[in-house]
């Protein structure tokens, strides 16, 4: 992680900001919204083969307990942080927020 992140320091310093990002801030809305949908639930899936994963091993039933928590834990911790969001957002702005939803599952 350490060199992943270093290396986005690295490429997001030499790229530099954005033209015009904050001066026109509404023209910077997310142009296909089930797109970025389909792009959470991908991630969201991926992190079952990630986290479970982790585990290194179902060969006794402790592991394998041990890999349905973190498989429930994933579920759990995401879709509430989902949840969340849309309703602070809901109750800010009375709009639902679907990228914010799914900016709180990915956080």
């Not at 389909?38 to 091993?57: E, K, P, Q, R």
């Not at 890999?67 to 849309?86: D, E, P, R, W, Y």
Request: hydrophobic share 45%.
């Amino acid at each position: 992680h350490m060199c992943g992140g270093v290396g986005a320091l690295v490429g997001a310093t030499i790229v530099g900001p954005r033209l015009n990002r904050f001066e026109n801030p509404e023209e910077f809305v997310p142009h296909s919204m089930p797109m970025v949908v389909l792009g959470t639930f991908i991630l969201w899936f991926g992190w079952y083969g990630f986290n479970c994963g982790s585990t290194l091993a179902m060969s006794s039933s402790s592991s394998a307990t041990m890999a349905a928590q973190v498989a429930m834990n994933t579920t759990i911790s995401a879709s509430v942080c989902g949840l969340v969001v849309l309703c602070l957002r809901f109750a800010m702005s009375r709009k639902y927020d679907i990228g914010g939803m799914c900016n709180g599952i990915l956080a």
